[in-house]
């Protein structure tokens, strides 16, 4: 697919006019909380940028009973009186009758992961900050240098004095990090592309396939008593660890399974004790625990046969406790149900993303599996739309002193200029 190297040249330099604006954008937007919940305002932000540049602004409350019945739902444990999503749709001048090119969804995710402890941090999560070429703060890299970058993308379009032919969807879409709920709530609502690309901080790679990943509470009940005579009781938080271990020998059993498209990941499947909460007192023996744990699957895995072989696995280790044995552990999902994904090859779309990824970069696109699980399954699994992720280089996400470095989001902005300027074609403004 040769690339114009006017075309090119020209949206690289409507990119770098935009750019000090971009990052300012950036910086306003990490400025804000917008952890699970607590969204609104930011998504208020991309809302009001959208409109701004006259596109057709949709911003609904996300109705988990219409979801509930979709393939891709995710359990929800939470509230989502305050869930709201955000599309900014570009509608091709074809509409009147003009050409008509294909369409493009670009879509990101505005919510970012809590911050863990704040002394741990250099400088405060949600006060960006740029050294050295990065900028810091939660959620700069995961992922709105992403978002933003999608929006500035189609402002260089613009700027270059190109008018797309085909239609565009902006999509600001929260739930990324626990369920996927806000962009299955897109494809509820009707929104279709020919290609969808999900500027997820890939260090300028092309992802090729994700885990599935699912989380789950399991519940156990003890019985109190005086430490004095703890023998007479059962520890509840104690009696959590052989289930934990026994987890972790279904971990080890699914990681010597494999799967091809991660022959290059040592230990791709990860099970994970991520939280845990137990006991009232220090004197007494606990009568309750609750660890969460966050499980990943290999593409093709069926959620049935996971939930069957993690329920078997824990009501396994239950039967071996004297205790546990005649009051069985609960197990409850609140988060991910997510099948694994892997993105066809040969497809267009990618060949065109690599063409324009060679045009910016000078390199040819590489490709990466993730351990990790994206939105790109609602996409791909749901809706045959071929889901590009791809986007800047960010370190230490989820983690302390999240960064995003600053000349990958200007290289990523103009790749994806000229893929929109690709894939929907223009005509002269
Ligand atoms: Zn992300």
């Not at 499947?269 to 290999?298: H, K, Q, Y």
């Not at 992720?389 to 600053?406: L, M, N, Q, W």
């Amino acid at each position: 697919m040769p690339i114009d190297p006017e075309l090119a040249r020209r949206l690289i330099e409507a990119v770098n006019i935009g750019f000090d604006q971009q990052i300012r954008f950036l910086a306003d937007l990490t400025r804000l909380p917008s952890l699970r919940g607590e969204e609104a305002s930011a998504q208020d932000v991309m809302a009001r940028a959208y409109a701004q540049r006259g596109l057709d602004v949709d911003r609904w409350r996300i109705d988990v009973e219409r979801l509930r019945h979709l393939p891709g739902f995710s359990p929800v444990a939470v509230s989502y009186d305050n869930a709201y999503n955000v599309v900014g749709a570009y509608r091709a001048p074809g509409a009147q009758g003009g050409p008509r090119g294909r369409s493009l969804i670009l879509n990101g995710h505005i919510d970012v992961v809590p911050t863990g402890p704040l002394e741990m941090w250099s400088t405060p999560p949600f006060v960006p900050v740029i050294r050295h070429g990065w900028m810091y703060g939660r959620g700069a890299g995961d992922m709105k240098a992403g978002l933003v970058a999608n929006l500035f993308a189609l402002d260089a379009v613009t700027r270059a004095g190109l008018i797309p032919t085909g239609d565009i969807y902006l999509q600001s879409v929260i739930e990324e990090e626990c369920t996927g709920n806000g962009a299955l709530a897109c494809l509820e609502r009707g929104y279709r592309g020919d290609a969808a690309i999900i500027p997820e901080p890939m260090a300028e790679e092309l992802l090729s396939a994700q885990v599935g990943v699912v989380w789950f509470q399991v519940k156990v009940r003890g019985r109190p008593t005086h430490v004095a005579v703890a023998g007479t009781g059962a520890n509840a938080i104690e009696a959590c660890y052989p289930i934990m271990q026994a987890l972790h020998r279904l971990e080890h059993r699914w990681n010597e399974q494999g799967h091809p498209a991660f022959h290059s990941h040592e230990h791709p499947i990860n099970f994970v004790v991520s939280r845990i909460e137990g006991g009232d007192w220090t004197s007494s023996v606990p009568a309750w625990c609750t660890f969460d744990m966050r499980i990943s699957l290999f593409p093709g895995m069926s959620l049935e046969t996971v939930r069957s072989e993690v329920e078997a696995c824990i009501a396994q280790a239950a039967a071996d406790d004297p205790y546990l044995g005649k009051h069985p552990p609960q197990v409850v999902y609140h988060g991910f149900m997510a099948e694994g994904w892997e993105l066809p090859g040969g497809t267009e779309a990618q060949a065109v993303l690599a063409s324009c990824h060679d045009a910016i970069t000078g390199k040819p696109l590489a490709t990466v599996a993730s351990t990790g699980t994206t939105d790109a399954r609602f996409f791909g699994l749901y809706a045959g739309i071929p889901a590009l992720v791809y986007g800047p280089k960010a370190e230490s996400i989820h983690g302390f002193d999240e960064r995003v470095e600053i000349e990958s989001i200007r290289r990523v902005t103009q790749t994806i200029a000229l893929f929109i300027a690709q894939w929907c074609g223009t005509i002269e403004a």
